[in-house]
């Protein structure tokens, strides 16, 4: 794990409140602040999910730490305590922060010398590897690192309790604890010396947390202190879930510094084969569910989502060449069509005893499947990859089933009715992504017809209609409802929903974003001509931001210009003005197609639209982009830090709608080929 020192100090050091994220492709992560103060109960190094990509525990939430030489004892990293006291006051000094190929600092000692430590987790383990080393050691340096765990559900805090159990098993250079009898063990393997000093640390203050209206402070256990001579060599921790059998075997028989560089080898390599960090950020996104793939929506609290999948996998994978893990997630996904219907949501079992049946409250997530599919096949013909006949039976089938069983009639009022378009919606339920609310109060219900459900609903009996011509007639009568029924002919524009609370003839005609998916972001333009264009200059004026679009015009009654406060302040600022970077996909490809769709359109988008959103990537979450802002400047981004539709939708537009088309079908080809080799790399390797 060598580092080019003055590679390092060249890096231009983020602000100390970013924060970055490693991820073991399981389901599980650490995350924390480039200051290395935990901000929030999900800040941790060792989150394992017990049942992939679900059941998701805390196991180590930090560690303190401090290094002693002859001018004094130094601290790395401070924290912060109710009711806000930052200790201590005086750190290290960081001169130097970067994610490449994973976190590293360089602090700045009193002496002159300098600490480096870097920190990773291995791909396909609840693992997390961390070392330290001295450069220009001028005398004695002794580093000390305190564990700091818990063993709680990841949404949850913990405090102070008789019931955790400080005691270690100690066998060489493993320590093993197990604070509480439900959750696995904590294996720490290292090369430092172990010290049992149990001591429980007070009240932490979690400022993202308390900003955020939630409880924010928790009390943590530290067992011992684990000790470093750093004069003599690199210090190495690796903490890890496991049993008492998983450090048997060859590996016992290393040391904990060559087993840390034998991971460190192996993860190298295999980030080295991405085309670019922001493929090696989508890979974050990707994690196991039984035997299949799956897409983790968002880091840190969610998990995976219907809807979140089939958008963010058009760029994560499919846009990307990653053909293997979208044929792996869109097979998964067809077993658990329940009439005409995929899960929106799987209930993660973390939070309960066990985990819940899965959810089907959504009218669009089913259809943003088949819009997947449609465009998992499109990018399979290009890039020559033959797809078994299983493969394709299958992916045909579960769109069949659920265009019938959307148009024969399902849960929550879904059908087709006379018009040929899709009424959906009961009292109590959100099936849209507009889904927030209040308590028992819906902020935006959207009962009866709304906009983009329709523009889906009409794209899934187009690609059904291939597959089965008996869709084509009804695809034709619904775009032709379509286009008489939501032209909003006084403003110009769209109207959000028609037939409101299934009322005929009673109309929405709030300018929302919804629209937008009438003229792009879909395979199939619904609107074309002179309102197409109306459409795209509307939502441009009243919607556009630099990370994203609106979710209401600031002309409209509710218009929320921030999104803070507490719970229920939040919730209901969600889709009345919060920006989403997720919607700038589906804008910039109705742009480019009412300007012509030509290079110089492209070229101008790029420039127009491309580059807020690659500044972005280096505050928030480094290196990817957040799922929200404020509607209103500066745009304080907000929500979830890690959001895969709005890193998805970045590569959709840079790999798919704004490439030129001849060198985008190449990159393909050529990242098809390159994830066939790590994959056959991995096997050899495994």
Known sequence: MEADSDRDLASVLPDGECEWLEADGLGGFASGTVSGTRTRRYHGLLIAATTPPAGRTMLVNGVEAWIETPAGRVTLFPQRYAPGALHPQ???????????????????????????????????????????????????????VRPLISGRGYHALHHEN???????????????????????????????????????????????????????????????????????????????????????????????????????????????????????????????????????????????WGRDTFIAMRGLCIASGRLEEAESILLGWAETVSQGMLPNRFPDSSSSSAAGPPEFNSVDASLWYAIAVHEFFEAAQRADLALSERTIATLRRAVCEIVAGYAGGTRYGIRAADDGLLAAGERGEQLTWMDARVGDREITPRIGKPVEVQALWINALWIAGAFDGRWKALCARARAAFARRFWNDERGCLYDVVDVDHAAGAVDASVRPNQIFAVGGLPLQVIEGERAKAIVERVERDLLA???????SPHEPGYAARYEGGPHERDAAYHQGTVWPWLIGPFVEAWVRVHGGDAAARREARQRFLRPLMAHLNSAGLGHISEIADAEPPHEPRGCPFQAWSLGELLRLQRSVLADQDIGRKKAQESQKERKKAVRAGAHQT
């Not at 001169?95 to 990773?120: A, C, I, K, N």
């Not at 390599?269 to 929506?297: E, K, N, V, W």
């Not at 630099?546 to 209401?552: C, M």
């Open 90 to 144: 005086s750190c290290a000094e960081i001169v130097s922060f970067t994610t490449e190929p994973w976190p590293r600092w360089t602090w700045r000692l009193g002496d002159g010398s300098r600490l480096e430590h870097e920190l990773f987790v291995p791909h396909g383990a609840a693992q997390c590897a961390m070392l330290w080393r001295l450069r220009s050691a001028s005398g004695p340096a002794t580093l000390h």
């Open 162 to 304: 008789p019931g955790l159990r400080f005691d270690a098993e100690v066998k060489g250079e493993c320590v093993r604890w197990r604070p509480y009898g439900a959750h696995p063990p904590i294996e720490a393997r290292t090369n430092g010396d172990y010290r049992r000093e149990p001591v429980w640390y007070r009240q932490f203050l979690y400022e993202q947390e308390q900003r955020r209206g939630f409880d924010c402070v928790e009390d943590l256990a530290s067992p011992g202190v684990i000790s470093f001579d750093l004069v003599r060599g690199e210090a190495a921790l690796i903490f890890r879930a496991c049993e008492v059998e998983a450090v048997q075997g060859e590996e016992s028989s290393r040391s904990a510094v060559e087993v840390l560089r034998g991971l460190a080898a192996v993860e190298r390599l295999r980030r080295s084969r991405f085309a670019s960090p922001l493929d090696r950020a989508a890979d974050a996104y990707l994690a196991q569910r039984g035997s299949r793939r799956t897409i983790i929506a968002g880091y840190p609290w969610f998990a995976d």
């Open 546 to 552: 630099p990370l994203g679009l609106r979710s209401l």
